[in-house]
């Protein structure tokens, strides 16, 4: 990351300047610190405290260099809906799982990445920012560096990214809009499983969704949901703890000949971007499967713009 310092910045230091600019981390700041090449002033290496001047240029080492991580780079078909040099956004399929874990070492969206960077000869870490489940498609926001990471992240938990999802439900007597306040907590049974539970219950852990019906048809419903927290498997278990499990989810609900995966849909992504500060939305195409259920079972919907902002 590199910066021409103008004269409005003159005979200001590099740590008065990253505050102001950045904000960094302390662990962001004291990995620039102790890295060789961490802070650069024209070329060389300098400390927090040196004074900057008109025309100087600064370098900061955000990048992974020769640390990257060693993912297997594997060629899988991931489109891209935006990218920079701090963050890359993935469009992705289902039943495409996120990171590498048992059994799913070369099929990830990391996977993916990995060989994407590998072709540009560019090092990479696998930093994602948020998650999906192996069968929910959508949008997946990914820092391409250790700063936009601690500043993305930081926006998380200042609320300041916002996820919006499309679902088709089992059952059409959902009310027209809701908010629902449950808690979470991982069933005694399995690692995998969570269920709703009682705020004074161990593990529990604050879980709020907010959610509008658009169509009803056909035995379901088209809904779209806001999580306003991120827990594990949130949607899916607010929904069935309803009696409205997602359409197809075999963990929650019962599985579905007509679609073999949930239909949940990671529909738009709003966030400020880690450099400049600035709100970005973007929005995911419906993917086919589910684009061919809504024509199906809901033929009058309008096509209603999403995503809905509650």
Not at 34 to 46: A, F, P
Not at 116 to 142: H, K, Q, W
Not at 171 to 200: N, Q, Y
Request: net charge neutral.
């Amino acid at each position: 990351m590199r910066f021409s310092i103008t004269e409005v910045d003159d005979g200001t230091s590099v740590r008065a300047f990253l505050a102001l600019r950045l904000s960094p981390s302390a662990k962001m700041l004291k990995y620039l610190k102790y890295r060789e090449d961490g802070i650069l002033v024209n070329g060389t290496r300098v400390t927090v405290r040196y004074v900057l001047h008109t025309g100087d240029v600064l370098t900061l080492a955000v990048s992974d260099g020769d640390n990257a991580e060693k993912l297997e780079a594997v060629a899988l078909d991931l489109p891209i809906l935006y990218e920079d040099d701090d963050l890359v956004i993935p469009n992705k399929p289902a039943n495409m799982p996120t990171h590498p874990s048992r059994d799913h070492y070369r099929d990830t969206v990391a996977n993916a990445l990995a060989y994407r960077y590998r072709e540009m000869g560019v090092p990479f870490v696998f930093r994602p920012v948020n998650r999906l489940d192996r069968d929910t498609s959508g949008l997946l926001l990914i820092a391409r560096n250790k700063l936009a990471s601690g500043r993305l992240n930081a926006a998380m938990r200042r609320g300041l990214i916002r996820k919006t999802y499309l679902a088709i439900l089992e059952g059409e007597t959902l009310p027209d809009e809701g908010r629902i306040e449950k808690p979470l907590r991982r069933s005694a049974h399995s690692i995998i499983v969570r269920e709703v539970c009682e705020p004074s219950d161990v593990g529990a852990e604050p879980s709020v969704t907010r959610y509008r019906v658009l169509a009803r048809g056909s035995g379901c419903s088209l809904v779209v949901a806001y999580p306003l927290t991120g827990r594990t498997h949130q949607l899916r278990v607010h929904f069935a703890s309803l009696g409205h499990p997602i359409a197809g989810d075999d963990l929650y609900g019962i599985p579905s000949g007509r679609l073999p995966r949930q239909a949940l849909h990671a529909r738009s992504l709003t966030f400020p971007h880690p450099s400049t500060g600035q709100m970005m939305t973007l929005s995911a195409p419906i993917p086919a499967d589910m684009a061919q259920l809504i024509s199906e079972f809901f033929p009058d919907f309008s096509g209603e713009e999403l995503p809905w902002k509650g």
